[in-house]
Every structure is written in C-alpha cells, then in structure tokens.
C-alpha cells in the first residue's frame, strides 16, 4: 500500500519561507503525478502545484503562487517538495500531497500539514 508523509509546515510570518517535503513509500512506479494542495477553512480544497514524472517534469501552479512557490522532485529519495517563498496570510492552509499513477485508479493523498502564516 502506498503511503505519504509529509512534513516541513509550521508558523511563519509573512514574507517568510518554508519548504513541505512528502516521501512516498515506493519507487515502482515510473509514470506519475506528484501535486501539492491546500485547504483553507470554509474553502474548497485546491492545487497549488503538480509535477509529472515524465519527459523533462512539467510543472503546473496556481496563479497566486506563482513565481513564489516552486515543486521538485528527487528521483532517488521518492520526495516531492514544495519551497515557498514570499509567503502571505492569504497562504495559510492545511496543504496535502497527492500521489497520482498515471493510467491507473492509484489517487493517493497525505495526511496534511498546516502552514499558517502570520505575524
């Protein structure tokens, strides 16, 4: 069964940086969708960014946090992170990663982690 963990959330104060890390527990898959996304209270839960496994790793971001937020993925570690830079309030959330295999049901999701920024 695959699993997720993630971790790096906390308290920042606006401007501030931080940087969520999610390791998945299998390397056997070679063709996937690593996203991270995020909920605010009374809000829906949205994407934030995704990486693919494929070709040369394309990205997709939210439009508010682009030029901000950037994903990575390291191949040897099965980790996706996310470094955010410049953070805002508007930021503050419970951000999940998401684990996708491609053509297949495999939908996997972390258990989330609050990133609350504030002063």
């Known amino acids: 069964q695959v699993q997720l963990v993630e971790s790096g959330g906390g308290l920042v104060q606006p401007g501030g940086s931080l940087r969520l890390s999610c390791v998945v527990s299998?390397?056997?898959?070679?063709?996937?969708?690593m996203g991270w996304y995020r909920q605010a209270p009374g809000k829906q839960r949205e994407l934030v960014a995704r990486?693919?496994?494929?070709?040369?790793?394309?990205?997709t971001y939210e439009d508010s946090v682009k030029d901000r937020f950037t994903i990575s993925i390291d191949n040897a570690k099965n980790t996706v992170y996310l470094q955010m830079n410049s953070l805002k309030p508007e930021d503050t959330a419970v951000y999940y990663c998401?684990?996708?295999?491609?053509?297949?049901?495999?939908?996997?999701w972390g258990q989330g982690t609050q990133v609350t920024v504030s002063s």
């Open positions: 299998t390397s056997i898959f070679s063709r996937y969708t």
């Open positions: 998401n684990f996708r295999v491609t053509f297949t049901t495999i939908n996997i």
């Open positions: 990486i693919s496994s494929d070709g040369d790793g394309t990205t």
